[in-house]
Nanobody, 126 residues
Framework: QVQLVESGGGLVQAGGSLRLSCAAS????????MGWFRQAPGKEREFVAA????????RYADYVKGRFTISRDNAKNTVYLRMNSLKPEDTAVYYC???????????????????WGQGTQVTVSS
């Protein structure tokens, strides 16, 4: 069992930046694949970014590629999402997710993850 707590959301103007954090507790964080997803009102939860064990294996959704960066600090049991050049369409609740994996892989779908945080709101004003 692992518990995830996101933080760092808020209100920002278009073009601005935020860094989300997701602190994990409970079990060995270093063997978990991690992901960030988001859900806007009236829409389904969608993939944003994912990372394998050691941080070298990453994937991004096309709509955030070049603007968002996922990273992790296994010593701090924390995964981050740095978001630059934010757009109004990035407005959503952002969730981090974790899954214990037996190899260094990235997971891209909501159904692949067993553990989820409570979410943090990101609002981008135009």
């Amino acid at each position: 069992q692992v518990q995830l707590v996101e933080s760092g959301g808020g209100l920002v103007q278009a073009g601005g930046s935020l860094r989300l954090s997701c602190a994990a507790s409970g079990r060995t964080f270093s063997t978990y694949a991690m992901g960030w997803f988001r859900q806007a009102p009236g829409k389904e939860r969608e993939f944003v970014a994912a990372m394998g064990w050691n941080g070298a294996n990453t994937r991004y959704a096309d709509y955030v590629k070049g603007r968002f960066t996922i990273s992790r600090d296994n010593a701090k049991n924390t995964v981050y999402l740095r978001m630059n050049s934010l757009k109004p369409e990035d407005t959503a609740v952002y969730y981090c997710a974790a899954e214990d994996t037996f190899q260094d892989i990235v997971l891209l779908t909501t159904t692949a993850y067993d553990y989820w945080g409570q979410g943090t709101q990101v609002t981008v004003s135009s």
